[in-house]
């Protein structure tokens, strides 16, 4: 019975949530890997667009709310997140014809579509701050929980009770959908296989004909579809503040370095390793380990190795430790 009851904690407290926030890097890792393999720069403002998406999403949610529009038990920001895609797909066309397009004709270097790219962040982390706030946003309504913790126990007869936010349901149903639906895309129709073969060799896809202009509209729709599902479900699952999304920034792109940049599963990939890792290292296992160990040995200590504070280290070291012993990542190539 002991046993039972630490995998629940374990499920619980770990598996879960680790699954559904790997679910959310995997999805934006994807975004920067697609703009890195074929648009060829690493895009800043990756976070703040993601910010962008959510934020549409959250303001046409509270609209839909107010005139009494739902889909119970389901949250309405569903309802909502074709219209943040929408605003942050035309966002991101208009920023790429004001901004990057310039530097792609005059073949700049990549740093400094990087660093163009850093003050695009600044200007939508700046606008996002001003039409919504710098604090926190909730707009999840629906059924709170698929399996609730009382009823639970009640069912098992367990001391541990097993809790499935309806968020975190969404957020693996949702990017395994969306992961499908890309991959299909690459591999299967006309534009999909013309962004590849664009990644792979620019100077011969062109060659063949391939528009390189489509193709790069091509990608920034993607990478909306990406940015702002990524968003809503990370705010549904935790909350919406501006600034969580800028400091999403580091795992995500450690998500995408780990699993090898420009590599599309190695992004997926990548967001899971970085997901468990902040998960475990960052959890108290002192009720786990309290379950498991022989009576008159349970740990008295929190057996945690480094506050929930600091999860963001746990990117930065894994980050550190790849480009030191595995610079190409856990799947090698550079192309989508």
């Known amino acids: 019975m002991d046993f039972l009851n630490a995998i629940v904690a374990l499920s619980n407290y770990v598996l879960i949530p680790a699954i559904s926030y790997g679910s959310q890097l995997a999805l934006g890792a994807l975004g920067v890997t697609m703009i890195y393999g074929i648009l060829r720069f690493s895009n800043f403002a990756h976070g703040d667009s993601m910010a962008f998406g959510a ?109 499935f936010k309806t968020s975190q349901a969404i957020t693996i149903v949702t990017a395994i959908i969306v992961v499908t639906a890309l991959f299909w895309f690459l591999n299967r129709t006309r534009t999909g296989k013309s962004m590849r073969a664009f990644s792979d060799n620019e100077d011969l896809a062109l060659l063949s004909g391939i528009n390189p202009e489509r193709v790069v509209m091509y990608t920034w729709l993607i990478v909306s579809v990406l940015v702002t599902v990524a968003g809503v479900l990370y705010g549904l699952d935790k909350s919406f503040k501006p600034f969580t999304y800028f400091q999403l920034l580091l ?44 009576e008159g040995w349970e740990p008295t200590s929190l057996m945690q190795l480094i506050s929930t504070d600091y999860k963001f280290a746990v990117s930065f070291g894994i980050l550190v430790v790849v480009l030191l012993f595995k610079p190409t990542g856990l799947f090698k190539g550079q192309s989508v």
């Open 55 to 163: 934020m549409v999403t959250i303001l046409f949610t509270w609209w839909f709310q107010s005139m009494g529009i739902s889909i119970h038990p389901l949250p309405t920001a569903l309802l909502a997140l074709p219209f943040g895609i929408a605003a942050t797909a035309s966002l991101m066309l208009v920023t790429d014809r004001i901004v990057y397009r310039f530097y792609r004709r005059v073949k700049a270097k990549p740093v400094v579509l990087v660093m163009a790219s850093l003050g695009v962040m600044f200007i939508m982390n700046g606008l996002v701050r001003f039409i919504i706030g710098p604090g926190d946003q909730r707009f999840a309504d629906g059924a709170r929980f698929i399996i609730k913790a009382r009823d639970f126990k009640e069912w098992s007869g367990l001391n541990e009770g097993l809790a």
């Open 251 to 294: 795992p995500i792109f450690a998500s995408a370095i780990v699993g090898g940049l420009g590599n599309p599963l190695g992004a997926i990939a990548g967001g899971f390793v970085i997901a468990f890792s902040e998960v475990t290292v960052t959890y108290a296992w002192k009720k786990v380990f309290g379950y498991l160990a022989p």
